[in-house]
Nanobody, 114 residues
Framework: VQLVESGGGLVQAGGSLRLSCVASGIIFRIHTMGWYRQVPGKQRELVAAIASDGTANYADSVKGRFTISRDNARNTVYLQMDSLKSEDTAVYYC?????????WGQGTQVTVSS
């Protein structure tokens, strides 16, 4: 199983980034896909998740600014991040979950400068 994130980088506050995560080795369409983030010294937190039926949920801190989507044909999940704030700076991780079994990517750094 492999999850590979891309799309991170440095952006100014108010800007946008789109993260992508390509999965292999799993039946992608049956997994709930999630984006998490972590800053040093803090616990990893859920940013957004999208179920196999397309139902999405978001952390309160990103509602209205971030959008999660999935393309089952490409085994890819996306996180569109708009109106970025300095507090969005973190390492972002992709995760695939099915029946309490989780798989994780290696993470991609997002840095928002104020």
């Amino acid at each position: 199983v492999q999850l590979v994130e891309s799309g991170g980088g440095l952006v100014q506050a108010g800007g946008s980034l789109r993260l992508s995560c390509v999965a292999s080795g799993i039946i992608f369409r049956i997994h709930t896909m999630g984006w998490y983030r972590q800053v040093p010294g803090k616990q990893r937190e859920l940013v957004a998740a999208i179920a196999s039926d397309g139902t999405a949920n978001y952390a309160d801190s990103v509602k209205g600014r971030f959008t999660i989507s999935r393309d089952n044909a490409r085994n890819t999940v996306y996180l569109q991040m708009d109106s970025l704030k300095s507090e969005d700076t973190a390492v972002y991780y992709c995760a695939a979950t099915f029946r309490r079994v989780d798989y994780w990517g290696q993470g991609t750094q997002v840095t928002v400068s104020s």
